[in-house]
Structures are given as structure tokens and as C-alpha cells.
């Protein structure tokens, strides 16, 4: 079976470098947004765009994952639920989450979560730098090439 990269692309920085990276490599590409994130259709780009309710973009994603596909999100709750469906997870900042790390980010997500609801401050994640970009789009790179190695008969 052949590796998607799947990507929660309403937020997501680097819809770019992912298709650069797929098309290097011939590797489909499923860029799901809300109606509300207007995405410019590309050769070998699917798009599938969902209504704008807060999980649409997550549930496509989960019921239509399949074992092996990569996912990119920055969302831990949607890279939680791909890994319990034998897909991989990686960030826009090229982390790859994994299940030695995944408890720990959701964790971390509620503690910041629950800071917040009692009127405390959080910073928000740095902007992401050309250097982010280069590590993501490496990252990408290498577990995209294992997964292909894998799929091959």
C-alpha cells in the first residue's frame, strides 16, 4: 500500500515544503482544510475541504488515516489518535511523535490548558524560521524514504 502524507492543513506553514518534498519523491498528498481555508489545487495535491466545526478537520483525518500513512499536524490530540492507528506523526517543526513522547505533549497541552482557564498567561509557539522549515522538510525527507522502503515488495 502506498504512504500518503495526510496534513490538517488549516493551520499548517508548510504546505510548501510538503509538496516539494512529495513530488521528489512521488508520494500522494491529502491536504484536509474547513471551507473557511481557501488551499490553491496543485498536481498531486488532493484537497477535501470540511465544514468549519472545530474537530471536522481531525475526524476526516482519523477515519480516513490508514496504517503507515505520515500525518502532519501541530495538534497532539490528532497525532495521539493516528498513532493508535499505525500511522505516522510529525510536526510543522519536524518532531516526530511517537508513543515515548505523545503522553507527555497532551499533558503538558492540559496543564497549559488549565493555566489558562484560571487566568493565567502562556506563550505561544515562536514563529517558525527558515531553519524549522529546512529540519521539516528533512525530516519528512527521511521518514517518507523509510516508509517507501518499507512498501516495496
Known sequence: MRTTIIVDADA???KREIVEVARKLLAPVLMVASYDHFIAPEEGVRIVQVDRSDQS???YISNHVARGDIVV???FGLAAIVLGKGALAISPRGQLYDNG???YL???RHELAKRRRAGGKTKGPKALTGE?????QQNL???LVSR???DEP
Open 73 to 75: 499536524t501541530q495538534d
Open 101 to 103: 513522547n505523545i503522553d
Open 132 to 136: 524549522d522549515r529546512s529540519y521539516f
Open 148 to 150: 517507501q522502503e518499507f
Open 12 to 14: 499548517c506553514p508548510v
Open 106 to 108: 497532551m499533558e503538558r
Open 57 to 59: 478537520v481531525d475526524l
Open 141 to 143: 525527507t527521511k521518514v
